[in-house]
């Protein structure tokens, strides 16, 4: 490391040490895409949703890939944000709802951000997590998935992710992943982060 021999009187630097020291403390307040929340605001968790109509091969044991993930990414949530995640029973309920299926145009409430943050509005919550598992092959597939701010409809999170190897393991793993990645977010209001305690992306 290199070091100055030259060093100014304490007065002289101080102004340039607190903007130095405070600078992580102002990018953190940066407000994300969505605005901020409540870090307790509570979340609704949609099932993930499969699609494989281009993969060069269709199979019927495709759809326990979004299972997985539905299940992945609910228990997740909830071992990091406990009761904040609204109970998956009522979720599920208001997106099969007559309502939900009108609202989406006759496609499942789970592929139409409209309808999910019609659904997470009617639940309560704030946000909305939405999931997909999308097949090319099978050992390709892709992982889209997104946080939605219930008030305004933005999305904050918009992640997609290729996993490459046996599904199953790879579907667990970005998943999770993105789990994480919801979590921070939330409890930081809607400011999105990338490190795994939280700091605020540069």
Do not use: H
């Not at 990414?73 to 995640?85: F, K, T």
């Not at 219930?150 to 046996?166: N, P």
Request: proline share 7%; charged share 15%; hydrophobic share 50%.
């Amino acid at each position: 490391m290199i070091r100055s021999r030259f060093v100014p009187a304490l007065p002289a630097i101080l102004p340039a040490i607190l903007i130095v020291l405070n600078a992580p403390a102002l990018v953190a307040q940066a407000p994300g895409p969505g605005g901020t929340e409540p870090p307790t605001a509570r979340v609704a968790v949609l099932t993930a949703s499969l699609y494989n109509d281009q993969a060069n091969v269709r199979e019927a044991t495709d759809t326990a890939q979004a299972v997985l993930a539905t299940a992945v990414i609910r228990d997740r949530l909830v071992e990091q944000l406990g009761a904040q995640v609204i109970p998956y029973g009522l979720i599920d309920s208001l997106a099969a709802a007559p309502e939900a299926l009108e609202a989406a145009g006759g496609v499942p409430c789970n592929v139409k951000v409209a309808c999910a943050v019609a659904v997470a509005r009617q639940s309560g919550a704030r946000w909305v997590v939405m999931t997909k598992v999308s097949k090319t092959s099978n050992l390709i597939w892709l992982l889209s998935a997104q946080l939605v701010r219930v008030a305004t409809g933005e999305i904050v999170l918009d992640d997609s992710t290729e996993l490459k190897g046996e599904p199953g393991p790879m579907v667990r793993v970005g998943v999770r992943s993105f789990g994480d990645r919801v979590a921070r977010t939330i409890r930081a209001g809607g400011y999105t982060t990338n490190f795994p305690a939280g700091e605020p992306s540069f």
